[in-house]
């Protein structure tokens, strides 16, 4: 059809098509869209019981925008963020019970430096399941799946402790509660981590982690020293306190199930498959995810080992009395406790890479003076002051992971290198307790020095740490 257009003294002609008119046809009619190869695969995805992450087979979104979670939002983590504090609590109750326990075990058992040591390298063989199965319990079972079985073990292990059966199953148990700490060590630091404000936080999960490694070995130690009674008397107060755990935290965390975990933490690159071998496997999240990993080794490793050996240590070589070295250790991870806490408000002010950059020197050289000075009391105040600046380092290596890796590896990565990291709490301290049976427990001082040094070099080598990535 031709138009024409007049413009005073020129014309112009405008050709145009018509415009072919189509049947609309009704919505019932149009063909459905599926984002799945079939419906049955889309339904299997869908279900609780299994364990596979339905967003594998989703594409990877352009951008990943999720709202932040804090303590009190949504509501109901006012109830779960207190309930991953006795969860952590519990947690440093177990583990600085052992340096308590030590002398006592040795001569109840008639063991050597060697074999006692089994008490610290127990609990690896359980941090490694725990690093294995993290990510596929949060798949399947989500944190209510965490919840459940980290305060289980916990129970079933003080139960077995508390009726001092031979030692070869003391071991067994040991095992249990490792597993345990290691799927709680994961899941809370994982989930807390990425929450805003992560640092003072992660300050205060840690520091109940220290509260309880504070009062379990002041405690225990009056229990056996000035009330008389037997070491394992003291496993019957762990029970309740795991009680307490298991009900505390399966009710919080009883409506985070696998599919509400899934749904929360969608895939955000082009990798296939496990979560938790695109981040030990491929780079770059692999270089953060095994830096971060070896340090935490050394970390949690000089945190027990002079948690553990530490009463030992001042009884042996410093001439102290049994009551007043327990308090050397209680002074210790009180240290620990304090410095979290008030450290954490200073940490995300200079930034974790360069906090971490300066706490560790300053480790370092209370660390000289308690093994270069042969004073009860300079040691006493010297390793309180080390466990000060030693306490924010798992916490702000926590939160550079979270910074350094995309959030739907945040589970996979800071659960693997946080039960990897923990199994430093087994293998160290079961080393320092070897070399002590043949040189003597003074080589704990030389020993702790040298992995001040090592971590320092390796946290040294981790990325630039900017802003947290979605």
Known sequence: MATTRSNGASSTVVLEEPIPLHTIRPKSELPSISLSASSSKSKKFDSDDNPEDR????????TASTQVETWNNPKVNLYRFPATLWAFTIMGMNDASYGAIIPYLEKYYSLSYTIVSLVFLSPFVGYTAAALTNNAIHLRFGQRGVAFLGPAC???????????????????????????????????????????????LLGFLHGFYGLGATIAPLIATTMITRGGLQWYYWYYCMIAFAATELATSLHAFWGATGSAFREANPRTSDEGGSRLKEACLVMPAARTTWLCAIFLLGYVGIEVSLGGWIVVFMIDIRDGAAFASGMVATGFWLGLTVGRVI??????????????????????GMQLLFWLVPQFYVSAVAVALQGFFLGPLFPAAVVAMTKLLPRHLHVSSIGFVAAFGGSGGAILPFAVGALAQAKGVQVLQPIILALLVAIWVVWMCLPRIGKKKD
Request: hydrophobic share 55%; proline share 9%; no cysteine.
């Open 55 to 62: 967003n594998e087979t989703l594409p990877s979104p352009i």
């Open 154 to 200: 916990h129970l079933i292990a003080y139960i077995i402790i508390a009726i001092h059966p031979p030692y070869p199953v003391m071991v067994v148990a040991f095992i249990l509660a490792g597993f345990g700490n290691g799927l709680e060590d994961a899941g809370w630091n994982a989930w807390i981590g990425a929450m805003a404000h992560a640092n003072e």
């Open 343 to 364: 450290l954490g408000f200073v940490t995300p002010r200079i930034g974790e890479k360069l906090s971490i950059a300066i706490y560790l020197p300053i480790a370092a």
